[in-house]
T-cell receptor, first 108, second 115 residues
Framework: EDQVTQSPEALRLQEGESSSLNCSYTVSGLRGLFWYRQDPGKGPEFLFT???AGEEKEKERLKATLTKKESFLHITAPKPEDSATYLCAVIGTYKYIFGTGTRLKVLA | DAGVIQSPRHEVTEMGQEVTLRCKPI?????LFWYRQTMMRGLELLIY????????DSGMPEDRFSAKMPNASFSTLKIQPSEPRDSAVYFC?????????????FGPGTRLTVL
């Protein structure tokens, strides 16, 4: 069965304290893995798409990487405005499956 | 561009009533998605359309749920009759075809409360 698991569920960091979020997946025929950011009371906002193992994408303080079994979202020197829920999603066999997210809180 | 527009933003209704949620996708986008988000189950895909045609409705929880897309600029998700367990935030999203079609643009959501 296709599945996406994100860890940790919640993460508190001090401003400037780098860390990584994990997204593990099992899916038949991976067509793409996606990272979204969701702020309270808003819809998810697209961050990255990764299509094949070894691929990396960067945007400001965020860097996403992909292997055959998992993806990491690395946050370098985070700021309070990076606080949000980060969602991972995969497409396999025409199915879009979202993980339950990691709630990130960055303290000033 | 105004982005994906959803209405209403909040809906409170009583069990057994019919609920209709509305969505206007971004102009030019040919994919439209309906999602439901709850704390327990996260974000779940209910149904998606391509060029106004339903492609996969396997996520629709039961026959009480139905969705239509009569034209490229409008879609509805209807629940009849509604039940308390339908309480959730419902999101509509749209995207373009092509290798990057997976980049979905989400609306602000409709928070549904069924009493």
């Amino acid at each position: 069965e296709d599945q996406v698991t994100q860890s940790p569920e919640a993460l508190r960091l001090q401003e400037g304290e780098s860390s990584s979020l994990n997204c593990s997946y099992t899916v038949s025929g991976l067509r793409g893995l996606f990272w979204y950011r969701q702020d309270p009371g808003k819809g998810p906002e697209f961050l990255f798409t990764l299509y094949s193992a070894g691929e990396e994408k960067e945007k400001e303080r965020l860097k996403a990487t992909l292997t055959k079994k998992e993806s990491f979202l690395h946050i370098t020197a985070p700021k309070p405005e990076d606080s949000a829920t980060y969602l991972c999603a995969v497409i396999g066999t025409y199915k879009y499956i979202f993980g339950t997210g990691t709630r990130l809180k960055v303290l000033a | 561009d105004a982005g994906v527009i959803q209405s209403p933003r909040h809906e409170v209704t009583e069990m057994g009533q019919e609920v209709t949620l509305r969505c206007k996708p971004i102009s030019g986008h040919d994919y439209l998605f309906w999602y439901r988000q709850t704390m327990m189950r996260g974000l779940e895909l209910l149904i998606y359309f391509n060029n106004n045609v339903p492609i996969d409705d396997s996520g629709m929880p039961e026959d009480r749920f139905s969705a239509k897309m009569p034209n490229a600029s409008f879609s509805t998700l209807k629940i009849q009759p509604s039940e308390p367990r339908d309480s959730a935030v419902y999101f509509c999203a749209s995207s373009l075809a092509g290798r990057s079609y997976n980049e979905q643009f989400f609306g602000p959501g409709t928070r549904l409360t069924v009493l």
